[in-house]
């Protein structure tokens, strides 16, 4: 058994939805923060990455990632959400991601205490995916 240590990507992938979100330039893109936690200081527009997995063996360590996105309007946390997913369907660059897939939502997830920002409710989606990931040798 070969000893293989996998980098971390939850940095990568929350950078990679910052490029994207900028890049796409649509009104529900601008302004949002990305991170693995939600901040103090909450904004109209979240989304947090979460790293949903185990241990694994192998090269290819297959990450299940899962993904709250928030906004303070439905429509706009549902758009957001579902920019989020095609940007992370390109999110392969072999460095060390090697493929995304097994995208699953989004889905607005009911709450009976919304966060508010500036007076308004924010409505909150969430989605998964899977994320392969190029292991090295120790």
């Known amino acids: ?3 293989i240590i996998f980098p971390p990507t939850t940095g990568k992938l929350c950078a990679v939805l ?3 979100l900028t890049a796409a330039a649509v009104p529900y893109s601008s302004g949002v923060t990305v991170q693995p936690e939600l901040p103090t200081d909450k904004t109209a527009r979240m ?3 979460r790293d ?6 192998g090269v290819q360590s297959r990450r ?3 993904f709250n996105v928030w906004a303070d309007s439905s429509v706009d946390a549902e758009n957001l959400a579902l920019l989020c997913m095609a940007i992370l369907r390109n999110a392969a660059d072999g460095k060390p991601i090697t493929f995304v897939d097994q995208l699953s939502g989004p889905y607005k997830v009911p709450t009976d205490a ?5 007076g308004k409710s924010l409505t ?3 989605f998964t995916c899977r994320v392969s990931v ?3 040798n120790l």
């Open 1 to 3: 058994m070969r000893n």
């Open 18 to 20: 910052r490029a994207g």
């Open 47 to 49: 989304v947090t990455v």
């Open 52 to 57: 949903d997995s185990g241990p694994e063996d």
């Open 64 to 66: 299940r990632y899962g």
């Open 114 to 118: 919304p966060y508010t920002v500036d």
């Open 124 to 126: 909150n989606y969430f």
């Open 134 to 136: 190029r292991g090295s």
